[in-house]
C-alpha cells in the first residue's frame, strides 16, 4: 500500500525531522559510494539539526518537507537558498537547490517533481531568473531526472566528503520555461 504523500513548506520546529529524513536519505544514496565512516561524519556535520534549524531561520532560504500519511512520517526535503556554485555567471537573484532527497522506496512516484515544482513556484513569485544546482556526476538516475524536468548542463565543481573528493554537474534551469513532467 502507498501511503499519500504532501508537501509543505518548512517552518521553526522542522528541524529534527528535516534532520533525521536528510541523514537516512544520505545513507541510502551513497552507501557503497563513500565510505561508510565518511558518511556518518558528513551526516553529523552537514545534516544536523542545527543545520536545518539555520536553514529554517534564513530569510534567504526555503525548505519543503514531503510527509506520508497518515501520521506525517518525513520521507524527502528540499532546500533552496542562495546559491554556493563556482559559476562565473551568478546573477545575485539566482536560487540554489542546495539538497532534494527522497527516501529510496518513494522514488519514482513524483513526488521529487512536486518538491521541484513548489521550489519553482517560488522562485517564480520572488523573480529569480534561474534555479541552479549540483548533483553527483555518477547519478545517472538523478542527472536523467533534472535532464527531463528540463534542467541543462552548465558546469561542474569538486567536493569532499571525508578524505574522498568527488565531481558533481552543475545544472540550470531558467524560471520561465515551462516545467517537463518528470518522474523521482
Known amino acids: 500500500m502507498n501511503p499519500s504523500i504532501s ?11 528535516l534532520s533525521l529524513v536528510a541523514q537516512a536519505a544520505f545513507l541510502e544514496a551513497f552507501v557503497g559510494v563513500i565510505d ?6 558528513h551526516c553529523l556535520r552537514q ?13 534567504h532560504t526555503a525548505v519543503w518537507i514531503a510527509e506520508a500519511a497518515p501520521g506525517a512520517a518525513p520521507v524527502g526535503y528540499l532546500v533552496l537558498t542562495t546559491p554556493d556554485l563556482p559559476l562565473p555567471d551568478l546573477d545575485a537573484r539566482d536560487l540554489e537547490v542546495k539538497r532534494v532527497y527522497l527516501l529510496h522506496r518513494f522514488q519514482r512516484g513524483g513526488i521529487g517533481a512536486r518538491l521541484m515544482e513548489a521550489a519553482r513556484a517560488h522562485a517564480r513569485s520572488v523573480g529569480t531568473p534561474r534555479l541552479l544546482l549540483g548533483v553527483y556526476s555518477k547519478n545517472d538516475a538523478a542527472v536523467g531526472f533534472y535532464e527531463r524536468l ?9 567536493f569532499h566528503v571525508g578524505s574522498g573528493t568527488y565531481h558533481d554537474f552543475i545544472f540550470a534551469l ?3 520555461v515551462a516545467a517537463s513532467s518528470g518522474g523521482t
Open 174 to 176: 531558467p524560471v520561465n
Open 36 to 41: 561508510g565512516g565518511d558518511i556518518v561524519q
Open 150 to 158: 528540463g534542467y541543462a548542463k552548465v558546469g561542474t565543481r569538486s
Open 7 to 17: 508537501i509543505r513548506r518548512c517552518q521553526p520546529g522542522d528541524e529534527t525531522a
Open 47 to 59: 545534516h544536523s539539526v542545527e543545520k536545518y534549524a539555520h536553514y529554517l531561520h534564513d530569510p
